[in-house]
């Protein structure tokens, strides 16, 4: 390749000696000459134009970078390293155009660029003619909406499992999302079954019409659906009840809170009361504080609260834990102090945590207002 290396070494020459101007328009010149011949050329050819293309490309502005790519996005024998560069270049509008078309691009490009760079980058490769489940699973995971929902309706995609898993837990609350899985042709069914079990009726009704042969099964989610609420309102109903009557048994809320009144109302002031300082009162073992912080939130009397956390079940610190919106790890530090005096069995602590997760928001909140309302 003795001509190769000396049209090379000229080319360099000439860059070197010419300016921005001169190599853009070679760069013109000679991406015209391969785009002409590309279905001709040989390996050999490409080759060629590869180091020349490439040597001009890393002089040249963004602009023109960009146009480079989307000339070269549609060729399947396009330059590699060339393309490979422009690929994995940190602006969008030079690596989009071949991320989303070009056939250069392997698996492992496509997966190390899904992994490190930006959500511009993830989007353009959500719409490839073609995804396996492995470049799928980093799209999913590291994608924003746009990005999730981008590569959920693209029917060249594969999912793996832990990808359907993914866009399904992603689509809670996000009925475009969720309209995008559950139109798919290749969710499993028991993906489909939960999905269902999740979406807003708005999405179910598409979704029954989208699968007429799943009638039956859609009808069977949303009867176990509705039986599950009502078991959920029921036992959180008993549970509100009870902690109702014993802070009715119970004695007026005592002067030892006075002290901790003041202290969270000093964090009220100031803007501060959330619920990193709940979780610290409840870490430092500050029962008093923990108590009148955990009451603010919920919106509940001293006593509620009071009652609850002296309750050997758990029911009602959960209940009052999910309509504060609390995170598993401000809940499990609850618990552990509000047991400190007499310990809670592991096996216990972590049941309590998995009724936490199964807890419904909604049938949550409702009893908390019943339990307003009947004492206002």
């Not at 000459?33 to 390996?43: D, K, M, Q, R």
Request: glycine share 6%; hydrophobic share 45%; proline share 3%.
């Amino acid at each position: 390749m003795a001509v190769h290396d000396s049209l090379i070494d000229d080319l360099e020459t000439a860059i070197r000696s010419g300016g921005a101007e001169w190599r853009a328009e070679t760069l013109r010149r000679i991406t015209d000459l391969f785009v002409t011949g590309a279905e001709v050329y040989t390996e050999d050819h490409v080759e060629v134009f590869d180091d020349v293309i490439g040597r001009l490309a890393a002089e040249i502005e963004i602009k023109a970078r960009a146009k480079l790519a989307s000339r070269l996005a549609e060729i399947a024998n396009a330059p590699p390293k060339v393309v490979k560069s422009l690929a994995s270049d940190d602006h969008a509008e030079i690596a989009g155009p071949v991320l989303a078309r070009s056939a250069r691009l392997g698996e492992t490009e496509l997966v190390d660029t899904a992994k490190t760079k930006g959500q511009q980058h993830l989007l353009a490769i959500s719409r490839r003619d073609a995804l396996s489940e492995t470049v799928t699973d980093v799209l999913v995971t590291r994608g924003d909406p746009h990005v999730v929902r981008s590569v959920s309706e693209n029917n060249g995609a594969r999912f793996s499992e832990a990808g359907f898993d993914v866009l399904v837990n992603r689509s809670a609350g996000d009925d475009v999302l969720a309209e995008h899985v559950g139109t798919r042709n290749d969710i499993p069914r028991h993906h489909f079954l939960k999905l269902i079990a999740n979406a807003s009726n708005a999405v179910r009704d598409k979704l029954a019409a989208a699968h007429p042969e799943a009638a039956e099964d859609i009808k069977q989610v949303l009867a176990e659906v509705v039986g599950t609420i009502r078991a959920e309102a029921a036992t959180a109903g008993a549970a509100t009840a009870a902690a109702a009557a014993t802070a009715a048994a119970a004695p007026t809320t005592s002067t030892r809170f006075d002290a901790a009144k003041q202290s969270v109302a000093a964090r009220i002031r100031s803007g501060s009361l959330g619920e990193a300082e709940l979780y610290g009162y409840a870490k430092a073992g500050k029962l008093e504080e923990a108590t009148v912080a955990f009451s603010v939130m919920c919106g509940v009397p001293i006593e509620v609260v009071e009652a609850a956390m002296r309750e050997e079940r758990t029911d009602m610190v959960l209940i009052l834990a999910r309509t504060a919106g609390l995170q598993p790890s401000t809940l499990k530090a609850i618990l552990l102090l509000r047991t400190s005096n007499r310990g809670i069995p592991e096996l216990d602590l972590e049941r309590a945590l998995k009724s936490f997760e199964r807890l419904n928001a909604d049938a949550a909140r409702k009893v908390v207002r019943f339990y307003r309302a009947r004492n206002n």
